[in-house]
């Protein structure tokens, strides 16, 4: 059963009279504990996509359907609600909030959903051993590396507990090896916990461990193969 | 609270710029509160000065007298009309005076003089006249000589016990004539009153003026000047016509008026001042949001609502204005002590014209709270009105530009 339907999206830029077509009326559907990535050339749309599907960037025409809620139907405040209950987030840099440490900003989309103070840090503990970095909770964004950061960004968009998450080029700026860990890492958490996760990608190996691949061409769906 | 902690945090992300706009607070803060405490104090100086020398806080007068200082326009003193005002809140002393003009006579010379009939010792209580004696006594209830200012002594050459002649016209048309004792001689400090005063006991003085029991004011003195509005608005309740408040502003609209401008000129520079701080702040705060775009486009990504980050952001630009105020009030702190109990003495032609008008050539400062609390008011509003466009932006940025950063 899909958790998350898209109907007829489109999305056009209009930029100095120029149309500028991302997405052109893409239909697709994602079911629980998928393990997807949307690859393609870029300017294929891919982000595009994934903003409109993660309810941040807002759509020409179409539906974005989670949980049987269409999000774009939602008021600004409601559908910033709704990413925080439903919807994890990991970024190509990263973004940690540069002012609190690794334990702090796992703990800060706790802290949004009003959970208590014993729950949250319970939390953050084992995800952040979860992802590898138990020992560094007490650690700045600039004193971790770029996979160190990508891991607590992992752990982030875990914390809430989200429906699925949506990564765009989550390996873009990592070595191999930390590229090989943080995969492992989310594809364990997709099987034990059984959490989607969707990923925009360029990378290989992202696609190889993927179990599923959307191939994006000029902002419309080229392939989609279930391994 | 973690609103605060992330926006106290953010504060320190750039430390050095951070500092310099908390500096810009600080050295403003520090001018306007130094600035502040020594106008205020020299005003209250110069009011004390001219107050207690002269007219006191308030006086009450028959109603026409003020238009016309004559002996004519005098008023009876009741035993009712005394206690009333006597027992009026915030009221410390009250002092009988009649006053008028006289010629002073001598065998060679003759001057006007301003005449004082005053009750000694309630006059003591307000102006501390003994003072300014510089030979003699002081005079006491009931006698007949009189105590003559320096400056007019010199002119009719007249020493301590020698007789002054004085000729007026008294109340209602009768000549006033009469020959006194000099008991004291007084060194006022305004050299154009040491030229032509002659302070009498109020009974001889009435005597004179044959004006029995009759005043020109009722000198009425409070603690300090902050408690005369409210023991003017209690006298207004009892004093009414045939007779008049007056108040000191009233009685010196100069003095007044010189205070207004003196103090606006300060206004306008503190308010030069605080324009350029703001724009200091202003800056930081622009650069802050362009640098963080993306961070804060993550942050509502995660589901931060844009409400909370403007509070982030806000309490950002309230923090540099609260760190650089109690920064400049430490700093302010010892400097206003030290002259506080150190006044600048003043030198040239400030100081020949303070003491012109009777005042003391000092620049004094103040503890006075409004000294400071007026400079966290204007923090507030400046940090407060700059505070507006963080949250602002934060409703209104587009969130998939700002996550492109």
Known sequence: MSIINIKNLTKIYDGSGLEVVAVNNIN??????????????????????????????????????????????????????????????????????PVLTAGENTEFIMHLQGR????????TKELLEAVGIGDRLKSRPNKLSGGQQQRVAVARALASKPTFILADEPTANLDSKSTETLLDIMETLN?????????????ARVMKKARRVITLVDGKVDSDVTK | MENLKIAWRNLWRNKKRTLITVASVFFGVLISTLMSSMQEGSYSTMVDNIVKFYSGYLQVQSYEYWENKTINNTFELTEELLQKVSETDRITHVAPRLESFALASTENESR???????????????????????????????????????????????????????????????????????????????????????????????????????????????????????????????????????????????????????RAGGTIMKGILYIIIGFGILGTITMMLAERRREMGVMVAIGLQRARLGIILFYETILIGIVGVICGFL???????????????????????????????????????????????????????????????????????????
């Open chain 2, 112 to 262: 006007g003089t301003i005449l004082f009939g005053i009750n000694s010792e309630k006059e003591e209580e307000i102006t501390g006249i003994s003072k300014w004696l510089s030979s003699g006594e002081i005079l006491k209830s009931g006698d007949d000589g009189l105590l003559i200012a320096s400056g007019l002594a010199q002119y009719l050459q007249l020493e301590l016990h020698d007789t002054l002649v004085l000729l007026g016209q008294g109340y209602h048309g009768v000549s006033a004539a009469g020959k006194y004792p000099i008991k004291g001689i007084v060194d006022l400090p305004a050299p154009d009153l040491n030229r032509q005063m002659v302070y009498m006991d109020l009974e001889t003085c009435q005597e004179f003026y044959s004006a029995d029991n009759m005043l020109t004011s009722l000198i009425v003195m409070v603690k300090d000047p902050y408690d005369l509005p409210h023991a003017r608005h209690s006298l207004k309740k009892i004093i009414h016509e045939p007779y008049r408040l007056m108040s000191w502003d009233e009685m010196q609209p100069e003095l007044k008026q010189m205070i207004e401008a003196d």
């Open chain 1, 116 to 123: 208590s103070k014993n729950e949250r840090q319970n939390r």
């Open chain 1, 191 to 203: 099987k034990t916990e059984n959490i989607t996760f969707i990923f925009s990608t360029h990378d």
């Open chain 2, 331 to 405: 700093g302010s702190i010892p400097v206003i002590s030290y002259f506080y109990n150190n006044p600048v003495k003043l030198t040239g032609d400030a100081a020949g014209t303070m003491i012109d008008m009777g005042i003391e050539p000092y620049l004094y400062f103040t503890w006075l709270p409004s000294v400071f609390y007026n400079q966290v008011i204007t923090i507030f509003v400046i940090t407060f009105l700059i505070g507006i466009i963080p949250v602002t932006t934060s409703f209104r940025f587009v969130l998939s530009k700002a996550l492109r950063g």
């Open chain 1, 28 to 97: 697709l559907e994602f079911a629980k504990g998928e393990f997807a990535a949307i690859v393609g050339p870029s300017g294929s749309g891919k982000t595009t996509l994934l903003n409109m599907l993660g309810g941040l960037d807002r759509p020409t025409s179409g539906e974005v359907v989670i949980d049987n809620q269409n999000i774009w139907e939602l008021s600004s405040r409601k559908l910033t609600n709704f990413r925080l209950k439903n919807i994890g987030f990991v970024f190509q840099s990263y973004n940690l909030i």
